[in-house]
């Protein structure tokens, strides 16, 4: 069996951006885990508020993006979960600087 390291997936992961923030998933906090198990990559992740209307733009955005960027991988799943709740203290740095909150 061949085991697959989750960093790439993490990688293809910050190419996904957010369409309203302009600010990779990652980087703002939404991605919670990552699960890789015999080929099968399961995403965990929250969105900023549960009437977001991206869930399924995330759903179709996401696996195109990891299969692409990691193509040992065979099939991706996206998981949206709503504990924890997102706040905004779960964003980067980056990210933060890039929506204006830090300098």
Known sequence: MIQIDTQPVWDALKSVVD???????????????????????????????????????????IPAAVGKRVPEIGSVSVRVVWEPRWTPEMMSQEAKKALGWTR
Do not use: W
């Open 19 to 61: 369409p309203e923030l302009g600010v990779n998933i990652v980087d703002l906090g939404l991605v919670y885990d990552v699960r890789v198990d015999q080929g099968h990559v399961e995403v965990v992740m929250t969105l900023t508020t549960p009437a977001c209307p991206l869930s399924a733009y995330f759903k179709q955005v």
